[in-house]
């Protein structure tokens, strides 16, 4: 009899459930991201636990091994969904093989928020991102003026598909062509964002271009081949970067390494879980968050305006 009450009871708060007490349990928004493995992402993750700290809502991040892994993305936003989160932030590693299952989370009035990567749809309610074109035109001034606004340029980005790949590759090239007519760009390589591949890739740009003045590392990853390629092949060249970690910092310190754009990584994670929770309130969200970037090299490294936008 007793069994039969407790069956009873599991029952009663399934239905019940279904019929509104769900709203009584606690808000779960998974963030999807691009990668797990570099500093930059974990900065985004500590940036997101704290919204969801301060909103109280459940947070989980998770992301592929790598950042060449679309497939294993697109299976983790697939399991995300099928738990039935009440919103989700998604950082796209390709901005189009993701629309499908974005439009089942359209069609479950399941908010999408994009963060750092955009998608090529409306579908977001919002993106939280850096500005990464006007950010990579800040990167090619800096690179035109410590190379004398003359000579051969080359390119290590992260990729050809997502939103950040694309808008740091052409802000760059396209402020080279507008402004600076005697910089060659003679070559644009893809190295996935892993440090080993864009090591191999800068190497083999430095051994075909003896008189290569600058390279341009276009992420985490790309930027740590680049200072690494060169420290191999002895091979002086100014190196600009893209975000943070111990490794950039310390190229930086070092010389090795001219300076670098870094995001707001903790911030863009913040913004992620705040415009998710303020979907769900029925907020008017603006189509871009703006979470801002900063130039820093050795002369402002330590300016604690800087210090709290870099991350180890």
Not at 295 to 303: F, V
């Amino acid at each position: 009899m007793k069994r039969r009450a407790v069956n009873i009871a599991a029952v009663l708060a399934a239905s019940l459930g279904l019929s509104g007490v769900a709203f009584a349990q606690e808000t779960y928004i998974p963030l999807i991201s691009k990668g797990f493995q570099h500093q930059f992402w974990q900065a985004v993750k500590q940036g997101a636990d704290q919204a969801a700290k301060d909103y109280k809502v459940k947070v989980t991040f998770e992301g592929p091994e790598t950042e060449a892994m679309v497939d294993k993305q697109i299976d983790m936003l697939s399991a995300a969904l099928a738990k039935k989160p009440q919103a989700l932030g998604f950082a796209a590693l390709d901005s189009k093989a993701a629309i499908p299952l974005l439009k089942k989370a359209q069609a479950a009035k399941i908010p999408v928020v994009a963060f750092d990567s955009g998608v090529d749809s409306d579908i977001p309610v919002t993106t939280a991102t850096t500005d990464n074109k006007a950010a990579a035109a800040l990167a090619a001034d800096k690179m035109a003026e410590l190379i004398g606004k003359s000579g051969e340029v080359a390119l290590v980005v992260h990729d050809q598909t997502s939103r950040t790949g694309v808008d740091r590759r052409d802000g760059f090239l396209e402020r080279m062509k507008s402004t600076y007519p005697n910089i060659k760009i003679v070559s644009v390589q893809y190295g996935g964002g892993d440090q080993l591949k864009s090591t191999e890739i800068a190497k083999s740009i430095l051994q075909a271009s003896p008189n290569l003045k600058g390279m341009f590392g276009a992420n985490e990853g790309s930027a740590i081949g680049v200072v690494n390629a060169a420290k191999e092949t002895k091979r002086k060249i100014v190196i600009v970067g893209y975000d943070s970690g111990k490794q950039q910092k310390d190229a930086i310190k070092d010389g090795t390494m001219a300076g670098a754009i870094t995001q707001n990584p903790v911030g863009i994670g913040y913004k992620t879980v705040e415009a998710a929770v303020k979907a769900l309130k029925g907020e008017t969200l603006p189509k871009v968050i703006d979470t801002g970037f900063y130039w820093y090299d050795k002369s402002n490294i330590a300016d604690p305006k800087i210090a709290a936008v870099l991350y180890d």
